[in-house]
């Protein structure tokens, strides 16, 4: 039986990402949003592609939950985006009363789904999926850690004119300034990127990195990036369907893992059919740790300002 996926906001990253899940074949993908007939029209756009991407999922939209009902995954990009000189923390409050709204909606009708949360302040978004929908913290994931190795990955092997598929990466804690690139676990084919380039260099990929939604935003200038996001929540997803056990930096509920409890930040997980099978630790150095705990306080900071406003 065909998987099924929704995929709530049907902007930019909600519609590229059903785009990717239909031409994976991943599964059939049902598009929500509260625009009148966006959704609707953007999900016959697609599937007037089909014939031509040569692809059989069927890919629907409608302004209400129906046709999601019975979801493997339910992938949340509703809210609003980030213009110039805005962070994304300053979506706190609006963002949170939609994600609250859209997750009730969504786990109605799916209570065994997979949420992949994308909307930001991430990591903020994902705890209130987490509190909102009463799932088990391994069926709420946030979608951060993928995108910034990504981007780390591809000003890596920019730099040193190489396969981006030999380039790993891995970014630590909140999605946000206090992101926390680890060069020495950035690869390529197994060589620490610290014995290739010179540390300036990759002093210069770890601003980059920890700036490249802000480089986006200013350039667009009327919204936020969209197609790695949307690339980076289909490659989570796929790790889900096919049950592929992919270790990838994701934002998870921690319970003491790193001696952080109660909060999501960015962490290796392994992915699998269950969602999140394992949080991975891994040793860090004292100055690494500081700085996940640092980042873990900002997402600390902005749950305990989302209690105070009872949004
Ligand atoms: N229910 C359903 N859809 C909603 C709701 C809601 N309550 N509120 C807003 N939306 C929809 C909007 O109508 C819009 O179509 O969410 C969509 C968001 O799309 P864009 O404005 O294009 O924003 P996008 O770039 O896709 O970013 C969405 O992902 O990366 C993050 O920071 C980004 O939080 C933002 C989110």
Redesign the pocket.
């Known amino acids: 039986m065909k998987a099924k996926v929704t995929v ?7 519609a590229t990402a059903a785009q990717r899940l239909a031409e994976k074949e991943l599964g059939d993908v049902v598009l ?4 009148e007939g ?1 959704p609707q029209g953007k999900a016959l756009d697609l599937q007037e592609a089909a014939p031509i991407e040569g692809h059989d999922a069927r890919v629907v939209g409608g302004n209400d939950y129906e046709a999601s009902a019975g979801s493997d995954i339910v992938i949340i ?6 213009r110039p000189g805005m962070s ?1 923390d300053d ?1 706190l409050t609006t ?1 949170a009363r ?1 994600i609250r ?2 997750t009730q909606k969504a786990v109605q009708r799916s209570p065994g789904a997979i949420l992949i949360v ?3 302040p991430l990591d903020a978004m994902c705890h209130v999926a987490l509190k909102t929908s009463g799932f088990p913290r391994h069926r709420v994931i946030g979608m951060a850690g993928v995108l910034d190795a990504a981007r780390f990955r591809a000003f890596a092997a920019l730099e040193l004119d190489c396969s981006v598929e030999s380039v790993s990466a891995l970014v630590l804690g909140g999605h946000g300034d206090t992101m926390v690139p680890l060069p020495r676990y950035c690869t390529v084919a197994g060589i620490p990127i610290t014995e290739l380039l010179p540390e300036v260099r990759v002093r210069a990929i770890v601003e980059r990195t920890r700036n490249g939604g802000a480089e986006i935003v200013n350039l667009l200038k009327t ?2 990036a ?1 197609y790695a ?1 949307a690339s980076a929540a289909v490659e989570m997803a796929e790790a889900i369907l096919k049950d592929k056990k992919k270790i990838l930096p994701c934002s998870a509920y921690l319970e003491g893992e790193y001696g952080i409890r109660g909060l999501f930040v960015g962490v290796p997980v392994k992915l699998g059919a269950a969602g999140i099978e394992r949080v991975i630790e891994i040793p860090l150095l004292p100055e690494e740790r500081e700085a996940l705990h640092r980042s873990a306080a900002a997402v600390g900071d902005l749950v305990a300002a989302l209690g105070r406003l009872s949004f």
């Open positions: 709530i906001g049907a902007g930019n990253v909600g929500v949003d509260i625009l966006v990009t509703a809210g609003i985006p980030r994304r979506l963002n939609i709204d859209v994308v909307s930001n919204g936020s969209f996001p």
